[in-house]
């Protein structure tokens, strides 16, 4: 497990745009995929974008795509999630998420399940 520092939420109006930051601390992060979810106050927690480490491939929940980007520095290890055009149906406390092993499946990187490591969260808020 690797720990795992989310950064870069907070307020903004619908049509706006925000970056989160995911930092790895401790030491730099080898595994298979990192990965964003959300969860929205009272809603189960859902996929929204993520990559493999080393290959690069990207995977989007269909609600953000177009509008959403996820990218990696591998040299900072640091994962970002870049949000344009943000809908009020965006609000939810988005987190960080970390895979070691590889997958045989590559449709484990939308698996909340399936992540060995979390960040604690940051708040994302768009107004309308």
């Known amino acids: 497990q690797v720990q795992l520092v989310e950064s870069g939420g907070g307020l903004v109006q619908a049509g706006g745009s925000l970056r989160l930051s995911c930092a790895t601390s401790?030491?730099?992060?080898?595994?298979?995929?990192m990965g964003w979810f959300r969860q929205a106050l009272g809603r189960e927690r859902k996929f929204v974008a993520a990559?493999?480490?080393?290959?690069?491939?990207?995977y989007f929940d269909d609600s953000v795509k177009g509008r959403f980007t996820i990218s990696r520095d591998r040299a900072k290890n640091t994962l970002y999630l870049q949000m344009n055009n943000l809908k009020p149906e965006d609000t939810a406390v988005y987190y960080c998420?970390?895979?070691?092993?590889?997958?045989?499946?590559?449709?484990?990187?939308?698996?909340?399940?399936?992540?060995?490591?979390w960040g604690q969260g940051t708040q994302v808020t768009v107004s309308s």
């Open positions: 401790g030491r730099a992060f080898s595994g298979y995929a």
């Open positions: 990559l493999t480490w080393i290959g690069g491939s990207r």
């Open positions: 998420a970390a895979r070691g092993e590889t997958l045989a499946d590559w449709s484990g990187v939308l698996q909340a399940s399936l992540y060995d490591s």
